[in-house]
T-cell receptor, first 115, second 116 residues
Framework: AQSVSQHNHHVILSEAASLELGCNYSYGGTVNLFWYVQYPGQHLQLLLKYFSGDPLVKGNKGIEAEIIKSNFSFNLRKPSVQWSDTAEYFCAVNPTNFGNEKLTFGTGTRLTIIP | NAGVMQNPRHLVRRRGQEARLRCSPMKGHSHVYWYRQLPEEGLKFMVYLQKENIIDESGMPKERFSAEFPKEGPSILRIQQVVRGDSAAYFC??????????????FGQGTRLTVV
């Protein structure tokens, strides 16, 4: 069975600081990888997804994630955070074999940005 | 195109009562997933349904929990005889048919169940 580890439970940064959130996965086959964000009081929203191809996936406002298969990692990065980035971030994985679409989530990282 | 709609947003039940959580998927989506988020934990998969079929219920507790996705109407997650440990946020997600696991799941805002 697959699993996802997010070792940073709570990260506190000042505005303009650089961000890196760790995500490690374990699975015996090929996987799809996702980063979801949950802003306070809102639903989960997809930030980034990796299915295949370029190991570096880029989203809006400078956010990106890179899969390093040798390390089983899919870390999220942003060069300069803003107060509005305060949220909970979840890494998730699912196997690529057809019909097995359920996501396995990490426990999440709570990011607090101090103005 | 409205997103995934869940209701109610908040539900309070006394121990022993039944809780019914509803999820209307996005238009055109025929796959529905239910997840549970316990306090200080990540989301845990519960069940995956397609219209009138349960595809994978490996994450469902063996007793008191059931789910359905009828031909018409929303998907329902039912919890009978609720206990305090059922207090959690329950999220529904939906995805379109036919693309296997390379599909994006869209989440609803969740139903926060509190058992008193």
């Amino acid at each position: 069975a697959q699993s996802v580890s997010q070792h940073n439970h709570h990260v506190i940064l000042s505005e303009a600081a650089s961000l890196e959130l760790g995500c490690n996965y374990s699975y015996g086959g090929t996987v799809n990888l996702f980063w979801y964000v949950q802003y306070p009081g809102q639903h989960l929203q997809l930030l980034l997804k990796y299915f295949s191809g370029d190991p570096l996936v880029k989203g809006n406002k400078g956010i990106e994630a890179e899969i390093i298969k040798s390390n089983f990692s899919f870390n999220l990065r942003k060069p300069s955070v803003q107060w509005s980035d305060t949220a909970e971030y979840f890494c998730a994985v699912n196997p690529t074999n057809f019909g097995n679409e359920k996501l396995t989530f990490g426990t999440g990282t709570r990011l607090t940005i101090i103005p | 195109n409205a997103g995934v709609m869940q209701n109610p947003r908040h539900l309070v039940r006394r121990r022993g009562q039944e809780a019914r959580l509803r999820c209307s998927p996005m238009k055109g989506h025929s796959h529905v997933y239910w997840y549970r988020q316990l306090p200080e934990e990540g989301l845990k998969f519960m069940v995956y349904l397609q219209k009138e079929n349960i595809i994978d219920e490996s994450g469902m507790p063996k007793e008191r929990f059931s789910a359905e996705f009828p031909k018409e109407g929303p998907s329902i997650l039912r919890i009978q005889q609720v206990v305090r440990g059922d207090s959690a946020a329950y999220f529904c997600a939906s995805s379109p048919p036919g693309k296997g696991s390379n599909t994006e799941a869209f989440f609803g805002q969740g139903t926060r169940l509190t058992v008193v």
